[in-house]
Every structure is written in C-alpha cells, then in structure tokens.
C-alpha cells in the first residue's frame, strides 16, 4: 500500500471520529428531550404528529407494549411496499409505464426495505416506479431505520432506569429519530450529492445518440418468437446497430442521502452505487462512506451520555474499530495483491502497464477505476461492517480472502458499528456474554452498568446470538440441497458455495449486500430470504427489548471491589475477543468449504 493510499484510510478514519462527540452529544439530546434548538422550531409540528396520530407521548410503555407497537407498525409498512409494488402500474409517477412487480418478488422487497435490510433481487430502473421507490422505499429506509434507533434508546433506558416498569414510548422515539436526526442529516446531504452531480428529477428516461455506433450479430426471430431457420434448418442471423442508449433518471439523490445514513443501502439503479448517477466522483464516494457510518459511531457517544459516563461509550467504539482497521487492512492487501494465477499468465507481458489481475497491478476486476482498489475495499469494509449493504464494486469479483472479510464481517452479527441502532444493541448483547463470562471466572454474579446481570437475560442474549448463525447455516444447507437452490447457482465449487453463504449471510443478519453470481430473483430464494429478513430482524428485536424491559426494573448495584470494569482496555479486549471467537467457532467450517477453500486452490495453482 502506498502512502496515498494510506493517506485515504486515516483521512477517513479521522473525519469519522471527529464526528462522533458532537453527532451523538445531539442526538443524546434529543433523546432525553432537551433543547437541541432545532426542536424549537419544529415541536408543534410534533405535537401536531402525535394528535393527528391518537398518541400521548407522556405515555409509558411496559416492553411488551413497546415490542407489540413496533412489531404493529412494521407489518403495517410492509403491507404498504406490497400493494405499492403490486398496484404501480395503475398509480401515478410512473412515466415508463412499468408493470406491477409479481408476487414473490414484491414481498422480498417488502421485507427487505422494513427489516432494513435492502437486499434487492431486481434491477430498480427497469423494476420500480418513480413512485414505489419514493413512497415506498424512501419512506421504508426512514422508518426501518428509525425504528432500530428507537429500540436501541429503549435498551439503554434499561441500564440507565431504576426501579421501573416502562421503557419508553415507541412513537415518541421512532418520530423524534425521524423529525430531528434522520431528516435534518438526509436533507443535508441529499442538496450535497445534486452538487456532485447525483439525478433528482421526475423527467422520464432519456434517449441520447451514442459517440459511436455498435453493431452486434445476433439470431433472427419470428413473429412468435421462435428462431427463423433457413432452408438448412439453421438460425438466419441478422445484423443489429444501436445507435442510441436509454439513461435512466429519477429522484434518486433524496433516496441515496437517507439508504446511506440510515444504513439502508438500497440503491436507487442496479448497480448501486457503482452507478454513475448514484456515486459520481471521489467526494461523493467518500461522503457516502462517511455517511455510512456516521450514526452508528456517534451512537456510541450517545449511549455513553445517556448513562452518564461516557467511557463506556468509548469503550464500545474503540473494539469496533479496532476490529473494523485489522480487517480493512486484510481486503485491502488481498486485493492488492491481486491473482497470483493470472500474474503466471501474464508473465510474458510483465512490462505491460495495463495488466488486469495479477500483481503488478493488484485486482481491479469488477472495480470502477474511478474509486481504484483501495476505495473499492474500504467500501466493501465499512459497508459489511455497517449494516448498509450498498456496493460500489463487485464483491463476487474479489479475492477469496477480499471477498471472505465483507461475509465474515456480516456473519459476526453486525455489530461492529452495524446497522443505526442494531449495530450498538448487538455489541450491547456480547457486552453482557462478556461481563457473564467473566463473572464465571472469578465466582461472582456478572454485572454490566450497575445492573445484575442473571439468567432471564443471558437467555434472551443466547437466542440473540444463536437466532442469525441458525438462519444462515440452516438456509445455506437446504439452498445447496434443494433442486431450486442449485439451480441458481452460476457457478461450480468453492466460489458457487461461496455466493449462496454470502447471500444467506447477508439476508440473515439484514445487510443486503450480495455476491451477485447468484441467480436470487426466484420463488425458491425470494421466499426463503424474506423469511430470514424477517426473523432475523424482529425475532432479535423482540428478546433485545425484554432485556431492557428486565434490566429497567432491577436497581443499580454500587461498584464495589469484584466489579468487574468495563470502561478500561481490558474489557475492550475481552468484548473483542467474545465477538471473534463466536463469530470464528459458527463458521469457520462453512468458510473453509467456500472462500478459504478458493484461496488454497488459488494459491496452489489450481
């Protein structure tokens, strides 16, 4: 790695951190209701919200009052992408007329956009509509992302209360992440993004000549569109000349600003943010990787002032990001180091400038050139590491080992910054297997922020933990048996294995980015996906919330000299090392049989 290079992760680096304090010094502000200023302005228009709404926002809710809530408002979102999607050819704002999206595939998307998620098996510019991707997917990247917000203040009102029944109010948390985070930042950025040249119009589509005619040969068709045969009985072949490209457009700057922030990550065309239109040059490509993991990071911040030592919020962000830099340097140097076997294919032209995959020049396979290696790869990083799935490269054209770090990234639960809110409340959860493993150690019942922590919660921390490993291994073993799953699978051995893991992985731990040699937009992975969205969305929202609901009933214990401490390195170490080693003992075998099996194969020549 040169020292440009170099110079690109630690300005990156740098810029977050620097966000982090005042970022989550506002939005602990806005979540303990003080004046943060802009809610001077914008507090009638809240209240109106909750009026119109029926909702009392001095209201307190038990947490299973919180859950059901949630669980309510959720189904019911997913409901609305649904019909959105199955009615838009007979709404407005669909200037290309497109049709209504089947079933199966309507309802994926519908679980991926709730679940913030955002897996997408379709290609958005020849898919959805102008209205669908506005109503309904903006919207849902909103609100799903509101959502893991508020479920993460819920938790921390349990470590920080005292002697309570409640844990808050569901809608009052969820809209005050909207009105006075989510918005204000997407507003923002979006204005920035149409400076870098980012479309936001409704226009429709636009037909431009191209510099260059292409001709291509291609089989001639029959009215019924059968092959036309000759007197042989042999395909007539006819020669086509496209002299003009169809570009398509529409708002999809407002929808880029908030599927970055909110850690959503679906994009707006099918090639997402590899997309001209979506992620234009350098800086926009960099302020989108910020963007990725802005809230994230500052949550830290907030969790720490929320319970009045902001320590612990250093803590947590510090083991995040000492996982995130190990790992990036791992993508980076696999990926600059390139194909060993297409350098021994290439040696007779070792003086060429313009060699492709070996490693004179690194691996630039399914990389813009515009973003070059480095960029490619601290995106794939950061965007596995948070939950966002956007891509501005072709993960299923990196190295084995490139490739295996964005998957094992989202196989270690997403929590290393992880998704707004669900990233923080995952840590939070291996916080407390952390706290408990060590009060095996020295014989004394575990404690984490003055709170005992007992077998009610280390249940709930089990399923939490257990719930993603059992959706991706148990999906990954009937996708590779069942005659539906193998049938989507475009390529053979190690790296066909590889893309069926990578997109179970990616599913069951709600990220949505894919390896793409993968044939998904089917009944078979469109049903089974969903359904591992789903659960694994809200059937880890559900425990993480009776956790805080147990932990906001018990009283804080005063530290005393068993106490174990969780704001020095050492627990940082400890946190680490819990999150490494169930992440390495859940799936190290499944890698072994895709990526790690490719990279030995690479490496020996074959």
């Given at each position: ?23 989550g010094a506002y939005m602990a502000r806005v979540y303990m209701n003080q ?163 980012v479309v936001q119009t409704f226009n429709p589509y636009k037909e431009v ?113 000492l996982v995130l830099v190990t790992l990036l340097a791992v993508t980076v ?274």
């Open positions: 790695m040169g020292v440009q290079e170099f110079l690109q992760i630690v300005v990156y680096l740098v810029i977050l951190l620097l966000a982090v304090r005042p970022l004046s943060i200023g802009l809610n001077r302005w914008s507090a009638k228009f809240e209240a109106m919200l909750y009026r119109l709404s029926g909702i009392d926002p001095a209201l307190e809710m038990r947490w299973t009052q919180y859950a059901i809530s949630l669980l309510v408002f959720n189904f019911l979102g997913l409901l609305v992408v649904l019909a959105l999607q199955s009615l838009q050819n007979h709404l407005f704002l669909n200037p290309q007329n497109l049709p209504a999206v089947k079933l199966d595939s309507a309802f994926n998307t519908a679980a991926s956009f709730v679940s913030n998620t955002n897996w997408q098996g379709y290609a958005g510019e020849t898919t959805m509509s102008y209205l669908t991707q506005m109503l309904g997917l903006t919207v849902q990247n909103f609100l799903s992302a509101a959502t893991g917000m508020a479920v993460l203040v819920a938790l921390v009102r349990g470590f920080s209360s005292r002697n309570l029944e409640t844990i808050g109010n569901f809608w009052v948390d969820m809209t005050r992440s909207t009105l006075y985070i989510l918005l204000p930042l997407s507003l923002i950025f979006s204005i920035v993004l149409i400076g870098q040249g000549p191209l510099m260059e005619a292409i001709s291509y040969s291609q089989d001639q068709l029959g009215a019924d569109g059968n092959k036309v045969l000759d007197t042989e009985g042999k395909p007539i072949a006819e020669t086509i000349e496209v002299k003009n490209q169809t570009l398509a457009l529409g708002p999809a700057a407002s929808q880029i600003a908030i599927k970055q922030l909110g850690t959503n990550g679906g994009g707006f065309f099918n090639a997402n943010s590899a997309h001209p239109f979506e992620n234009p040059t350098p800086l926009a490509n960099f302020l989108e990787m910020l963007a990725i993991l802005l809230i994230p990071a500052a949550s830290c911040y907030t969790f720490g002032k929320m319970i009045g030592d902001t320590r612990q919020g250093w803590v947590i962000l510090a083991a995040m990001t140097v696999a990926e600059q180091n390139g194909n060993p076997l297409l350098a021994s294919l290439n040696i007779d032209q070792a003086n060429s400038t313009d060699q492709v995959g070996g490693n004179m020049e690194g691996n630039m396979e399914g990389k813009e050139t515009r973003f070059g290696i480095v960029n490619s790869a601290l995106w794939a990083v950061v965007t596995t590491a948070a939950s966002n799935g956007s891509v501005n490269a072709m993960h299923d054209s990196f190295t084995p080992l490139g490739g295996m770090i964005p998957m094992w990234l989202m196989q270690l639960g997403e929590v290393i910054f992880g998704g707004v809110g669900s990233g923080l409340y995952g840590m939070l959860i291996f916080a407390i297997v952390a706290v408990f493993i060590a009060g095996l150690m020295i014989g004394r019942t575990p404690e984490y922020l003055g709170k005992k922590i007992e077998a009610f919660e280390m249940k709930m921390a089990a399923l939490i933990i257990l719930i993603p490993p059992l959706l991706v291994l148990g999906g990954t073993a009937i996708a590779v048996m069942a005659d539906a799953g193998k049938a989507g699978m475009l390529n053979p051995g190690a790296h066909g294995f590889s893309e069926v893991l990578y997109a179970l992985s990616s599913a069951s731990n709600n990220n949505g980015s894919a390896f793409a040699g993968l044939s998904a937009n089917t009944p078979f992975y469109n049903w089974m996906l969903a359904i591992g969205m789903l659960v694994a969305r809200f059937g880890l929202i559900v425990p993480v919330l009776a956790i805080a609901g147990s932990l906001a009933e018990k009283k804080i214990v005063p530290v005393g000299l068993g106490t174990l401490p969780t704001h020095t390195p050492l627990f940082m170490l400890l946190l680490i090392m819990v999150v490494l080693m169930v992440g390495a003992l859940t799936f190290i075998p499944a890698l072994a049989l895709g990526p790690i099996a490719e990279h030995l194969q690479m490496t020996l020549g074959h």
